[in-house]
């Protein structure tokens, strides 16, 4: 009797040569880990089922920022998965997510000079610079952002804003910088 049994071998050079958009898409899903004030979310459609996990166990394996990868449950397309990635929104994202992208260049065709960004529904050329200056990269950004576009709606409705807490006292400001995370 011949049982079947999967080989797991990991991801070689050049082994997702077609499976992949040459674009990143940035924060179009909510976090499962966390806040979305905390969390930015960074998707990829892949062309397969199983390279679509391959690659989620390979930015899960490959980077201790990455804070979780998933697939999709099913098809977004046919024949076309989401692969998702989890990180803190922090000032040190563009050089990671840059530092994923030059990483692709092993596994696909793509230089890093190829990739497009996705953010708001609208196209990007990708630089880390482009994502630094449309992305939030902190959570009171991301908070002052988003609550503030939603106090001028309530503003305009007649409903009572929702503070925006900005102000970080300076203790917290010096521990933050002591520990790297500002």
Do not use: C
Not at 18 to 38: C, N, Q, R
Not at 142 to 163: C, F, H, Q, S
């Amino acid at each position: 009797m011949h049982h079947r049994q999967q080989l797991n071998e990991g991801l070689g050079y050049k082994d997702m040569e077609g499976m992949m958009k040459p674009t990143v898409h940035i924060d179009e899903f909510s976090s499962k880990m966390g806040e979305d004030a905390d969390v930015i979310v960074v998707s990829f459609f892949v062309r397969d089922r199983q390279a679509a996990r391959d690659l989620m166990a390979w930015f899960e394996k490959g980077y201790d920022f990455v804070l979780d990868a998933d697939t999709s449950p099913g098809e977004i397309k046919p024949n076309r998965y989401l692969v998702y990635i989890e990180m803190r929104r922090r000032n040190s994202a563009p050089r990671q997510i840059e530092e994923i992208l030059d990483d692709l260049g092993t596994l696909t065709e793509y230089d890093s000079d190829d990739w497009t960004m996705v953010y708001k529904k609208k196209r990007h050329d990708w630089s880390p610079e482009t994502f630094a200056e449309l992305v939030p990269l902190t959570p009171n950004e991301y908070r002052e952002r988003t609550e503030g576009d939603l106090n001028e709606m309530r503003v305009a409705a007649g409903i009572d804003t929702k503070p925006i807490y900005t102000t970080v006292s300076p203790d917290l400001q010096a521990l933050q910088s002591a520990a790297g995370i500002l």
